[in-house]
């Protein structure tokens, strides 16, 4: 059975592996990344477990809202790639998701749409207005399936490759989590 715990920094090989298994070199994240990552935003850094074994993971900040309900949402940016960002501390603000991923072995057991679940719970806990991520096209059915719309082609210039933002707005009260 899979669940859903928070990272723990022990990850970061497992997570290193993942990721290099999801994205092409100029896509992933570097292991100096992910470990700020761990450092600064294990609050939203999430794993899937089967057992002891890492099999896919989410990770984003927590941004500041342009405007408090405001239907124009702020989207993910390159320099949150490459920055360390830190998290919003108050409740409020708009989860972002730098990356999601899963272990192909693991792939089409529906451990993508937990996690997207369980970082939407928490968002909603915390009264974030809304989470946002960027896509390849071919991945955009998987989000729409969850819930997110497709807002166009991002400004993105990330590895050279052309992304979709993909938001989707939450409840504006909190939501009991289980």
């Given at each position: 059975m899979i669940k859903i715990t928070a990272v723990d920094p022990q990850d970061l090989p497992a997570i290193?592996?993942?990721?290099?298994?999801g994205f092409n070199e100029a896509e992933a994240g570097t292991a100096a990344q992910y470990q700020a990552r761990i450092n600064q935003l294990a609050d939203t850094?999430?794993?899937?477990?089967d057992a002891d074994q890492l099999v896919g993971f989410i990770v984003g900040p927590v941004v500041d809202a342009r405007f408090k309900y405001d239907a124009r949402?702020?989207?993910?940016?390159d320099w949150m790639?490459?920055?360390?960002?830190q998290n919003r501390?108050?409740?409020?603000g708009n989860q972002m998701i730098q990356t999601i991923t899963v272990d192909p072995d693991y792939r089409g057991q529906g451990i993508g749409s937990s996690l997207l679940q369980a970082i939407e719970k928490q968002a909603i806990?915390?009264?974030r207005?809304?989470?946002?991520l960027t896509c390849l096209l071919d991945r955009v059915p998987f989000y729409e399936?969850?819930?997110?719309?497709?807002?166009?082609?991002a400004a993105s210039a990330h590895a050279g490759e052309v992304w979709y933002n993909m938001t989707k707005l939450l409840p504006s009260q909190p939501q009991p989590l289980g």
């Open positions: 290193l592996r993942i990721e290099r298994l850094f999430l794993a899937a477990r949402f702020k989207y993910i940016e790639y490459e920055a360390n960002v501390a108050q409740p409020g806990q915390n009264q207005h809304h989470i946002a399936k969850n819930g997110y719309v497709n807002q166009g082609i």
